[in-house]
């Protein structure tokens, strides 16, 4: 298992884990995943208070790592990697983008986002579920992700892809 950066800058960006927010960038990271719950598996409201519980529940989770991810120190989208498994070197992950108007923004962030997996977490093996409505499908696939099926959760469908690192 890496060592786990509790700040990360790449370029013009700044990757923030959750654990080290602040008060302001706490709320903001909620409502990123409340604006974005459509797209997620669990798309139950999340209050403030569950929100914050959960953000001091990860310190102790060594198998999930979420990022507020800033530019021009303005945040505008939250990552994560979770059901990290360090002895397959494999991990779930996603993002949602907070702000829209930084939509021009995730193509770069996607290739940081695997980069970071692949390099600084030493992971081989990146594996998502969108739903499969959901237009980052092909985001993915421009990156390389493979289709593995379509899973079925909470009577909703969902593609399942990966990404394996190249030696």
């Not at 403030?48 to 507020?68: A, D, F, Q």
């Not at 770069?108 to 499908?137: H, M, P």
Request: net charge negative.
């Amino acid at each position: 298992m890496k060592k786990i950066e509790s700040i990360i800058q790449v370029n013009e960006y700044k990757f923030k884990n959750y654990t080290v927010l602040n008060e302001i960038e706490s709320e903001i990271a909620l409502k990123f995943r409340n604006d974005n719950k459509k797209w997620m598996i669990n798309d139950e409201e999340i209050s403030l208070e569950e929100h914050l519980k959960w953000i001091e529940s990860l310190k102790h989770n060594n198998k999930t790592i979420y990022y507020l991810v800033f530019k021009d120190n303005k945040p505008f989208m939250a990552i994560d990697y979770h059901d990290i498994d360090w002895n397959l070197k494999e991990a779930y992950w996603g993002y949602f983008l907070g702000d829209k108007s930084f939509k021009s923004e995730v193509l770069k962030i996607e290739k940081i986002i695997i980069d970071i997996a692949f390099n600084k977490l030493g992971l081989n093996k990146l594996i998502c579920l969108n739903d499969i409505n959901n237009s980052v499908i092909n985001i993915h696939k421009f990156f390389g992700f493979k289709e593995d099926g379509i899973v079925t959760i909470n009577n909703r469908e969902f593609l399942k892809m990966y990404l394996i690192k190249e030696d």
